[in-house]
């Protein structure tokens, strides 16, 4: 069952002359993992804010669920607030019961590694230890789906492929719908059971990939990664 | 010797460094006072004594008038701040408005003021409300800075999460300005201390007007004790405005300044 859709989407910001994206149609069902690739300033990440409902679509229709969550590059955690009060913050925005905040952000923190730093500030943590609040945030409010947008772009080698696989674990353990914006193929392929290719505001190409996970060291997710190179570079 | 480096400002942290910059420096410049009247003795104190618990008491009647005008110039600031980055239509009306009510001499106003509130016999109110219109427009301008670059993804994130209108402000845009509040209100406040000086001599704007008519305050003082060659007054008390100036900037900026880092976006 789809839980997204977009029908000939098409978004012009003010004052702009040409539009962000146009003629976007592609479905993502329930449970799937996609990842949006494409040049600077080929629309993906104004296709997961429509998604998240920070944009408004200039013209067709988008199908989407209430409560979408996103984690953002730089964290875009609130530096005056513990890790704790940073994850609970959708929760508290909620007016939930602090009984249920509390379970649900210390089992969001956990899974990404960081309930012993719950207490600390963000300026006391690390790039990673950031992204890793940041998702832990958007986990909290248990959303039908996650956006991430290039989540691991600023983080060094070490510690995105440490995030990729918590965020594998994370994503077949709760079978959350995920869109992931990336501007790496070997991050998309690593992850994604379906890349979708940009070009231009539009959608180019889908690839679909049926590869086992961990999937970095085999000789197919090279051969998957090569094989989307040549058309990202075309 | 730890330091905490914020932004390349760095700001005393330890007790010993705030008593270097904050209390050691301005006794050294009363000190040196002290020095030029005693190797000069045309300066020499002189004149009629006011005494030093009068001075005490005065400046912390002018140290009232300072807080009274601070704390409306902050509740009207703030306001105005948030009014003014809410659009950008609203922005491109109001600021160049803010822009030249900023650029008016203030002193300009000061017989119009004295004017309009000795009607209704309130003299504090003209000095609290010219000390107000100084301070304003500092803490407008970097409350605007600061809402200015609050960074789009913390908005993005916030809005994600079901924050708007006064959720917003109340959990993002007041705590992300508290950095700029804190650096905007030192400045007002020091206007306030250049101003004070001359918002406490209301009889030279009144026509006709005696000495009986200024406000009872350091500022007034240390202007009649400079006219009447009071050395001794004067130098009192502008070592009781230095102390209570350091004093301030010693147990309130620097602890704020210092708390208000953690609100700062990297």
Request: proline residues 4%.
């Given at each position: ?33 996609v990842c949006l690739i494409g040049p600077s300033?080929c629309g993906k990440t104004?296709v ?102 290039e ?29 992931m914006v990336s501007h790496l193929i070997e991050e998309a392929v690593?992850l994604g059971?379906r890349v979708i290719l940009m070009r231009?505001?539009?959608i180019d190409q889908t690839f ?17 990664v090569?094989?989307i190179r040549?058309e990202f570079?075309? | ?266």
């Amino acid at each position: 069952m789809n839980i997204i859709e977009f029908k000939n989407v098409g978004k012009r910001y003010l004052g702009e002359r040409t539009p962000a994206v146009h003629d976007i149609s592609f479905s993502v069902a329930e449970g799937e993992f996609v990842c949006l690739i494409g040049p600077s300033g080929c629309g993906k990440t104004t296709v997961l804010k429509l998604i998240a409902g920070l944009e408004e679509k200039t013209t067709g229709t988008i199908t989407r669920p209430d409560g979408v969550s996103m984690a953002f590059q730089s964290g875009a955690l609130l530096p005056w607030l513990t890790v704790f009060d940073n994850a609970a913050l959708g929760l508290r925005q909620r007016k939930e019961r602090a009984e249920k905040i509390s379970q649900a952000v210390d089992r969001e923190l956990r899974s990404v590694g960081m309930l012993t730093l719950h207490d600390k500030y963000p300026a006391d943590l690390s790039g990673g230890q950031r992204q890793r609040v940041g998702i832990a945030r958007a986990l909290a409010v248990d959303p039908p789906v996650l956006l991430l947008d290039e989540p691991f772009s600023a983080l060094d080698a070490k510690t995105t492929a440490e995030l990729h696989d918590d965020l594998t674990k994370i994503w077949r353990e709760t079978k959350k719908t995920v869109l992931m914006v990336s501007h790496l193929i070997e991050e998309a392929v690593s992850l994604g059971g379906r890349v979708i290719l940009m070009r231009d505001g539009t959608i180019d190409q889908t690839f679909q990939i049926d590869l086992p996970y961990p999937r970095r060291e085999s000789e197919h997710f090279h051969r998957e990664v090569m094989k989307i190179r040549r058309e990202f570079f075309r | 010797m730890k330091r905490q480096r914020h932004h390349h400002v760095i700001y005393p942290v330890t007790m010993k460094e705030r008593l270097y910059t904050i209390v050691l420096g301005p006794l050294i410049i009363v000190a040196l006072m002290y020095l030029v009247f005693a190797l000069y003795p045309q300066f020499a104190p002189s004149g009629q004594a006011v005494s030093l618990a009068t001075i005490t008491i005065a400046a912390l009647h002018t140290l009232a008038r300072l807080l009274v005008a601070y704390a409306l110039a902050v509740v009207v600031a703030v306001p105005l701040a948030i009014l003014v980055t809410h659009n950008t239509a609203i922005e491109a009306v109001l600021l160049p408005v803010f822009d030249i009510l900023e650029s008016v001499p203030i002193l300009a106003l000061f017989p119009v003021i004295i004017l309009l509130f000795i009607q209704f016999n309130f003299l504090n109110g003209a000095a609290v409300f010219i000390l107000f219109l100084t301070m304003l427009w500092n803490i407008v301008f970097t409350l605007v800075g600061g809402i200015k670059i609050i960074p789009k993804d913390i908005i993005a994130a916030a809005r994600v999460f079901g924050l708007s209108g006064f959720a917003m402000l109340r959990r993002v845009t007041l705590p992300a300005i508290v950095p700029q509040l804190v650096t905007g209100s030192i400045l007002a406040v020091a206007q306030g201390w250049n101003l004070i000086i001359v918002a406490e001599v209301l009889h030279t704007y009144i026509p006709g007007g005696t000495s009986a008519q200024d406000l009872f305050g350091v500022g007034s003082i240390l202007v009649n004790a400079a006219a009447n060659a009071q050395t001794h007054v004067f130098l009192l008390s502008v070592t009781v405005m230095i102390v209570i100036i350091g004093a301030v900037n010693f147990f309130v900026w620097q602890k704020l300044l210092h708390y208000s880092q953690r609100f700062r976006f990297d």
